[in-house]
Structures are given as structure tokens and as C-alpha cells.
């Protein structure tokens, strides 16, 4: 067993700047001979990897975007899992210079009661989520473990109507072990932390305050496995420094969580850098362009085809939909990235607390629905797996043995249908019907497909939290 403090030697600078120097050199007849062994559903190491970052013609491009797509639909079909972020708290210690919760920006903290954490939940709940990922600053006096502990259990317990958040992600400050338990003994779903940066010179120069320390953060997810939490999320922050590297890194690490503890992450997500209050995308020179946001996506659904790939509400609605086609599995929508903001926004409240960050798309759930059903997506609010045990390794084999799709669409399909009966607008109702009528057409086999359509109509008649 490792101690808790170690060093983040599975970053290996080095070898990262050894990788994209080899993939530079890959000719377009090798660069199709990784696209092709990327539909071999295996992933991709790093050098391949590597050399998919180079590619700059267009031609070549096109094709590593349409293997993405190919992958995304064989694995995921056209299910694409929804979820809600809820901040509690912005106090924080720490001062990253690319966040609006930096303690340096003056302005009122606030912590959130458990009775307003209810009204939150209820919020959320009443748009039709299922799922959120809870968020908080650092702070060990404002905003200890116990207190996530507790909000988590507060959340489990509120419900509204027949509707309760059936799993919480958790994205809080890298901790020790025994901390990792108390949200493990709390219930936590996929423990999620953002690399921020993988480039040691550029985190030590983004960060004051604990956060600062590299090796703790960077090594969090040992801890987090050390404590029993076999579900995790990694993310780079795009636009802190260069976006190769930074990719490169991701898959590094992905790899070490996959050898060292037989899963990879469970997912990975893809913030990029936005204005905040009091930071300005001025004094950031490695901001990512749409285009090469693309590459990231598509290059990294080519090289973790079974890891879940989440896109945030940072992202502006046209690209946003681009960008869901190259690989996306989970998106969050409606959200509000401020403390109490939620309930402040359903009571029509004018309150507006400072955010984290500036939203990109501000549509709600229903009209973002809306939108995507004419592409044939299939909304999920599907958290299955969590509540019949399939996690970490056991889900990882499903996941690669493709049997996991086969559950997938018929619980997309049971779940969406709970929020056309409960949450929908009339005009999503109206465009869901063509959409569902396809996507049973897809599930195989026949006996699946039946007992799907009887689940269906048990919904229509008011059962509820049905599952395969
Ligand atoms: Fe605090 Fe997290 Fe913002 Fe850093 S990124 S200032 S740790 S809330
Ligand atoms: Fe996710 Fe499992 Fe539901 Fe599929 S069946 S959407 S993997 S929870």
C-alpha cells in the first residue's frame, strides 16, 4: 500500500515532449493506419495519439472526425446522459488565477444551508434532472467534509413529487484517504477532479494555496482508489497551457489509473477556459480554438473509445451540438454556476450570485431537448449501473465487452420517458414521439425490445425508476 503522499512520477514531462516530437513525423499513410486501428475499439497509445494532434490536412481531419462519430455511435448509439452541476459554497482559500471564486476577488461568500441545499435539489428536480455533480471551493473551516457529507445526505433525502437525485458526482478539492471514505460511506458516484494543468511550471504558476502542491493534487485519484472509490473523473483545464501536452498528459494518465488499478477513468471532461469576474482571457496565451477543441474530442474518443466523455455548459449552443456529434456522452444543461442559484432563479429571485465561471449556453433543459431531438439524440437521465452495482472494474468489463450498450438505450428510453410524462414541454413531447418510435427500432434483441416497449407504457401509467 503507498503512503498518501507520494510523488506524481506517472507524469512524465519528458516522455510527453519525446511523444509529440515522434507523432510530428507520422505520414498520412501512417496517420490512417492509426484511424483504422482506432475502430478496432482498443484505444490508442500515446505516440498515435500524438500524431492524430498534428495532422493538419483537412482531408485527414475529416477522417479522424468520422471515426470519432463511428466510435461514439457503435459504443453510445444516440443516448447522451444529462446532468446538472450544484455549487454550495465559494469560499476557497486557493487563489487560480482563472477562477472566479479566487479568494483574492472580493465579493460575499456564501455556504448554503441544508434547508437551501432542499430548495436547490427541488429546482433541479423540477427541470427533470436526476443527476448532479456537486461543487464547492476549498476552505477546511467554511467548507469541511462533514459538511459535503452532510449535504450529500440531504440531497439523497429531498425529493419532489415522486422525483429524488438518483446519483451524486462529487468535484471537491484533492483530500486524504480517510476524507475519500466519508464520501464513499456518503454515497458519492464518480469522485470527479480536474487536473487544472498536467505542465508542472505552468500549475505551480497558476496556483497559490494548498492547491498549489502538484504531487497531492495530482495523485488524488490514488487516494481516492485507496479509499474504495472505483469511479473517477479526470479534465483538463484547455487554455492553461499547451493543449498537446495537456492531451498527451490526460492519456498518460489514464493509462497509469488503468494499469496501476484496472480502471481508467470512468470519464473525462473537457472545460475550456472562460471569463470570469475579475479574470480576463487576456493574460492566458494558450487559449484553445474551436478547431482544435475539436481534434482534442475526437482524437481522445479514438484513444479511451469505453471512457465517458462529459461537456460542460461553457461551450456556446452551435458549437456545443458540433462538438456532442465527435464523441460526447454526457452533457450538463440548464446550469447555474453560482451559489443558490437555482432556487433564486425559480422564485424569479433578481439575486445573482458571482459565478464560477461565464456560461456559454444559457438555454434550460427542455429547449436544449428540444433542440437535439431532430438529430436523433436519445436524452438519458439513466443512473442504472450505480444502483445495481456495475462500477469500476465490473463496469469497465461490461463497457468493453459492448454489452453495456445493450442496456444503455432501453434505460435512455425509460428515463426519458419519465421526463416527457413529468417535465416536458408540449413541443418536446410532440418531436419525442418520432424519436423514441427509432430508437426502439434499435434495441436487440427482439425480447429486450418488447419488454422495453411493456416498461414504456408502465411509465405512461405513473410507475416510476424502472431500470434494466
Ligand atoms: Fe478555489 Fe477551485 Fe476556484 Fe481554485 S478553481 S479558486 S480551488 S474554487
Ligand atoms: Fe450509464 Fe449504465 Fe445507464 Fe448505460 S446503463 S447510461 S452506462 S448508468
Redesign the pocket.
Known amino acids: 500500500m503507498k503512503t498518501e503522499r507520494q510523488e506524481a512520477t506517472f507524469i512524465d514531462e519528458q516522455r510527453i515532449v519525446e511523444v509529440l516530437e515522434a507523432g510530428k513525423r507520422y505520414s498520412p499513410a501512417a496517420i490512417r493506419d492509426v484511424v483504422s486501428k482506432s475502430l478496432e475499439l482498443k484505444g490508442l497509445d500515446l505516440e498515435e495519439l500524438a500524431a492524430l494532434l498534428w495532422v493538419d490536412d483537412p482531408e485527414l481531419e475529416h477522417e479522424i472526425y468520422s471515426a470519432a462519430r463511428k466510435i461514439k455511435e457503435h459504443i453510445y448509439g444516440k443516448r447522451l446522459v444529462f446532468f446538472a452541476p450544484l455549487y454550495v459554497c ?1 469560499y ?5 488565477k ?6 483574492a476577488n472580493d465579493y460575499p461568500r456564501r455556504k448554503l444551508t441544508m434547508e437551501e441545499i432542499s430548495q436547490e435539489i427541488k429546482a433541479i428536480l423540477d427541470m427533470g434532472h436526476k443527476r448532479i455533480a456537486l461543487e ?3 476552505d477546511p473551516v467554511n467548507c469541511p467534509i462533514e459538511y459535503i457529507t452532510e449535504a450529500m445526505r440531504q440531497i439523497y433525502a429531498t425529493t419532489s413529487g415522486n422525483a429524488s437525485i438518483r446519483r451524486i458526482n462529487v468535484n471537491i ?1 484533492a483530500t486524504t484517504v480517510d476524507e475519500y471514505k466519508m464520501l464513499k460511506d456518503a454515497g458519492i458516484g464518480t469522485y470527479v477532479l480536474f487536473q ?1 494543468t498536467y505542465h508542472r511550471e505552468t500549475y505551480k504558476n497558476m ?1 497559490s ?1 494548498p ?1 498549489a502542491d502538484y504531487d497531492w493534487h495530482t495523485t488524488a485519484m490514488d487516494r481516492a482508489f485507496a479509499a474504495g472509490i472505483d469511479d473517477v473523473g479526470l479534465g483538463v483545464l484547455y487554455g492553461l497551457y499547451d493543449w498537446r501536452f495537456e492531451t498527451v498528459a490526460l492519456l498518460m494518465h489514464a493509462q497509469y489509473l488503468d494499469k496501476t488499478y484496472g480502471v481508467g477513468p470512468h470519464t473525462i471532461s473537457f472545460p475550456r477556459l472562460r471569463a470570469a469576474y475579475g479574470i480576463s482571457l487576456d493574460n492566458f496565451p494558450h487559449l484553445v480554438n474551436d478547431n482544435d477543441f475539436k481534434r482534442i474530442v475526437a482524437s481522445l474518443r479514438l484513444s479511451v473509445p469505453y471512457t465517458g466523455m462529459i461537456l460542460s455548459t461553457r461551450e456556446e449552443p452551435v458549437f456545443r451540438e458540433e462538438v456532442i456529434a465527435l464523441g460526447i456522452s454526457q452533457i450538463s444543461a440548464g446550469s447555474m454556476v453560482g451559489v443558490g442559484e437555482y432556487s433564486a432563479k425559480q422564485q424569479r429571485d433578481d439575486h445573482s450570485d458571482t459565478p ?1 465561471f461565464d456560461v456559454g449556453d444559457h438555454r434550460g433543459l427542455d429547449e436544449i431537448i428540444h433542440d437535439l431531438l431532430p438529430d436523433g439524440y436519445i436524452p438519458s437521465f439513466c443512473t442504472a449501473c450505480y444502483r445495481t452495482g456495475r462500477t469500476g472494474e465490473n463496469f469497465m468489463a461490461l463497457a468493453k465487452s459492448a454489452h453495456i450498450h445493450e442496456m444503455c438505450q432501453p434505460n435512455a428510453l425509460l428515463t426519458f420517458q419519465e421526463y416527457l410524462c413529468d417535465y416536458a414541454s408540449p413541443a418536446t413531447r410532440q418531436r419525442a414521439i418520432p424519436a423514441i418510435e427509432k430508437a426502439l427500432t434499435e434495441i436487440e434483441p427482439e425480447e429486450l425490445r418488447k419488454e422495453c416497449v411493456r416498461r414504456l407504457e408502465r411509465i405512461k401509467t405513473g410507475e416510476r425508476d424502472l431500470y434494466f
Open positions: 465559494n476557497c482559500v486557493n487563489n487560480c482563472y477562477c472566479g471564486y479566487r479568494a464547492a471551493g476549498e478539492a487544472e496556483h494555496g492547491k464560477q
